[in-house]
């Protein structure tokens, strides 16, 4: 039997039809070793921003099926140039939306969810030697509309139908030839990361580390699904996201990386005893609003002071329905901050680990860098700092945990 593999392109890849072209060409060569080929695409280029600013022209909350139904539109049109510029090279190939491929979701707008795939339809155009192009992103629900996976969702599409369609490994193509230890426009010594574990990649994805979508990986790590990330039109090895990466003892941070777009709501003067964070925070996830962390505090003897962090996309709602409940229980006073970043170091054995927290504090404050507040999980240590300082700390924790020799040691 032939193996199936899935190939996945982003928007930078695809910016022109140059670009496609090339793709195209990558495309066939992998055809013609005797594979069969499954490729996922993104929306050309900024697309998907250019129609989002369509839709926020005409209205600042733009009805969410008819946003689906905007910007799913991106994604078929790579997927029709992609399939002409294979044929154009002698190649048999063909063009599947999410209805075609089967892609089915939940019903939240903007934000579906992976039901199942019905891969039939893909099997079928397989097994007839074409090569199969499915437009990334997007899906259909149970009243067969068209719904959208959330931001950067082509890979988790991706991944799910090399899940489905029990492929070796899936392949995303980029523009970064792989995950570096700290973003390499910041620091110029950063490396590359040859191998790395789902749980460490899943953080640094959900952290802010552009290269996939975190979603894509915790659907990857379920299912044993190696990825491998690299650059579309060069010629690094990339890296592999594979279980455990054994690192040498004295490796303990992968990377470090951060979030620019965070912002803090804090509620102040909030009478203790009150179900304010049940009503709260049940309202926020009826909006679907992913609340980062939440911090509460003594204020004075009655009262106490609440705060959480959202992304600066979900803050204008989150203050709306703040403000809601707040006006209902009587709170003293709502602050709120959107200059805020959130940089974190990240490694398989952080908690194993003594010492590495204060390590972090350590350099941080001889940089002369404010910690706000501090989070931690099993792999990671977050702070969350002033924006404007946020180049130095990456700096600071990088130089602090060596990572520039870390390629050596793996
Ligand atoms: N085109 C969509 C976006 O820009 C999906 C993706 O690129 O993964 O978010
Ligand atoms: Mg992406």
Redesign the pocket.
């Given at each position: 039997m032939k193996k199936i593999v899935v190939q996945k392109y982003?928007?930078s890849s695809l910016s022109t039809i140059g670009k496609v072209k090339k793709i195209a060409k990558k495309i066939v060569a992998r055809f013609k070793e005797g594979n069969q080929i499954v490729v996922v695409v993104?929306?050309m280029g900024n697309?998907?921003?250019r129609l989002l600013k369509l839709a926020y022209r005409i209205s600042p909350s733009p009805d969410k099926r008819e946003l689906d139904m905007l910007?799913s539109t991106?994604?078929q049109v790579s997927i029709a140039l992609l399939a002409m510029a294979i044929h154009i090279l002698g190649n048999e190939a063909i063009s599947f939306t999410a209805r075609h491929a089967g892609i089915l979701t939940d019903g939240k707008y903007t934000r579906a969810r992976l039901i199942k795939i019905d891969s039939q339809k893909i099997e079928k155009a397989l097994n007839l030697g074409k090569i199969v192009i499915v437009a990334?992103?997007q899906g259909i629900n149970h009243h067969d509309e068209v719904t959208t996976l959330g931001?950067?969702?082509?890979?988790l599409s991706a991944v799910a139908l090399a899940v489905q369609l029990k492929a070796d490994l899936c392949e995303i193509y980029t523009d970064v030839d792989g995950v570096y230890t700290a973003n390499p426009k910041l620091i110029s010594e950063a490396q590359r990361i040859p191998r790395i574990s789902y749980d460490e990649m899943s953080e640094m994805a959900a952290l802010g580390a552009q290269v996939m979508?975190h979603r894509a990986i915790d659907l990857a790590r379920k299912y044993h699904l190696p990825i491998i990330v690299k650059s579309t039109f060069g010629s690094s090895k990339g890296t592999m996201i594979t279980k455990e990466v054994p690192m040498l003892e004295n490796v303990i941070v992968r990377g470090v990386t951060y979030q620019k777009n965070v912002a803090r709501i804090t509620l102040q003067g909030v009478k203790k005893n009150t179900d304010l964070a049940c009503r709260l925070f049940e309202d926020l996830a009826k909006e679907n609003i992913v609340i980062d962390s939440i911090v509460q505090d003594l204020y004075n003897q009655d009262t106490v002071t609440v705060s959480f962090i959202v992304t600066e996309e979900d803050f204008m709602p989150s203050l709306k329905i703040t403000k809601e409940i707040a006006g209902k229980i009587g709170v003293q006073k709502i602050h709120t901050d959107c200059n805020l970043a959130k940089v974190s170091i990240v490694g398989d054995s952080i908690a194993k680990e003594s010492g590495i927290a204060s390590r972090m504090f350590r350099a941080l404050s001889r940089a002369g860098i404010h910690m706000e507040t501090i989070n931690t999980s099993r792999i990671r240590i977050s702070c969350l700092i002033k924006l404007s300082q946020l180049d130095q700390a990456v700096k600071a924790l990088h130089d602090e945990f060596e990572l520039s020799k870390i390629k050596k040691e793996i």
């Open positions: 982003g928007g993104s929306a697309e998907t921003n910007t991106g994604e990334g992103f931001r950067g969702g082509s890979d979508h």
